[in-house]
């Protein structure tokens, strides 16, 4: 493998990571909400299945411009405000992740798209499954 190639395959690594923490605090929000239980678990899965499933450049590029303004790499130290520079950071990223999936979900019911990255599109996917239940 080069080393751009395992450049940027640590940097999606490293990205992904960030994931669960981020999907759990989302949940957890609507969950402190006094939603039910049953959206707050649909809601995690729509976020699993739609988010981290792309190239995730969008969401890595805000990485890379934070390392380019700094003029260094972000640290992973906690600090006083209870998270670092690359949390801070990755939190922006992934809102732009978030972004896009939500422009690709909208697309898929607009143009009727049946496969999304070689797998059911999720509004499909849902509704068969809830018309599957009766």
């Known amino acids: 493998m080069s080393d751009a190639k395992s450049k940027s395959a640590a940097q999606k690594a490293r990205f992904l990571a960030v994931w669960p923490k981020i999907k759990s605090e989302l949940v957890a929000h609507l969950e402190s909400n006094g ?4 959206i707050c678990a649909w809601f ?3 976020l699993d299945y739609n988010t981290p499933g792309g190239k995730l450049n969008r969401g890595i590029s805000v990485i890379d411009t934070a390392e380019i303004l700094l003029g260094r790499p972000l640290n992973d130290e906690v600090d006083a405000k209870g998270s670092s520079e690359y949390y ?3 939190i922006l990223g992934w809102g732009v992740e978030l972004l896009q999936a939500y422009f690709l979900v909208s697309d898929d019911m607009m143009d009727g798209s049946i496969t999304r990255r070689g797998q059911p599109c999720w509004w499909g ?3 068969c499954s809830k ?4």
């Open 88 to 90: 801070r950071a990755a």
């Open 131 to 134: 018309a599957g239940q009766g």
């Open 35 to 38: 939603m039910p239980e049953d």
């Open 44 to 46: 995690g899965k729509s």
């Open 125 to 127: 996917f849902f509704f």
